[in-house]
T-cell receptor, first 112, second 112 residues
Framework: SQQGEEDPQALSIQEGENATMNCSYK?????LQWYRQNSGRGLVHLIL?????REKHSGRLRVTLDTSKKSSSLLITASRAADTASYFC????????????FGKGTRLSVIA | DTGVSQNPRHKITKRGQNVTFRCDPI?????LYWYRQTLGQGPEFLTY????????KSRLLSDRFSAERPKGSFSTLEIQRTEQGDSAMYLC??????????FGDGTRLSIL
């Protein structure tokens, strides 16, 4: 079963704007990860945030985690057409490379 | 690092036939995972291995499904007596040493 829900389900923005996607989950976790998937392709790992962390940055990505609300957000700044993809949050309940539980994803369209 | 390789990329078969998919993980990765993804949904965990040992199977994995990793390298996923509901993208991922999972581009199965 899916652990989380992403919000919104779809998002369309202009190039250069920021995109924010939210994820909620149901159980206690060890870490939360964000993945990107281009149409018809596999998933690419973007960033991992551990349960004892509140914010993490990687290039144009900023991830926050609020374990009290069981929620996370992914911010992509200065978006580009190449950022067009589906974005999934995934939770790992235990540490040590255990299976991931994915949400349903947000489809992001960046219009040039 | 040649990435995770999955074959075939596409498989079309008639209902009731058996199909087998292959996954070649990144060579030094000891963990290998299978997920299934239907249209508009996030991936759902099926099963995973550490070396040749199958550690966990999801309830999604009915008795028509079997997975092996005989020498701790490549893995196969077989579906017997395929049904319409088996139509999906089957994704393989591998990992090691608390690093994120790397995904292949999947095998898309279509049941006629």
């Amino acid at each position: 079963s899916q652990q989380g829900e992403e919000d919104p389900q779809a998002l369309s923005i202009q190039e250069g704007e920021n995109a924010t996607m939210n994820c909620s989950y149901k159980t206690s976790i060890n870490n939360l990860q964000w993945y990107r998937q281009n149409s018809g392709r596999g998933l690419v790992h973007l960033i991992l945030i551990r349960s004892n962390e509140r914010e993490k940055h990687s290039g144009r990505l900023r991830v926050t985690l609020d374990t009290s609300k069981k929620s996370s957000s992914l911010l992509i700044t200065a978006s580009r057409a190449a950022d067009t993809a589906s974005y999934f949050c995934a939770t790992e309940i235990f540490s040590g490379n255990t299976p991931l539980v994915f949400g349903k994803g947000t489809r992001l369209s960046v219009i040039a | 690092d040649t990435g995770v390789s999955q074959n075939p990329r596409h498989k079309i078969t008639k209902r009731g036939q058996n199909v087998t998919f292959r996954c070649d993980p990144i060579s030094e990765h000891n963990r290998l995972y299978w997920y299934r993804q239907t249209l508009g949904q996030g991936p759902e965990f099926l099963t995973y291995f550490q070396n040749e040992a199958q550690l966990e199977k999801s309830r999604l994995l009915s008795d028509r499904f079997s997975a092996e990793r005989p020498k701790g390298s490549f893995s196969t996923l077989e579906i017997q007596r395929t049904e319409q509901g088996d139509s999906a993208m089957y994704l393989c991922a591998s990992s090691q040493n608390y690093q994120p999972q790397h995904f292949g581009d999947g095998t898309r199965l279509s049941i006629l």
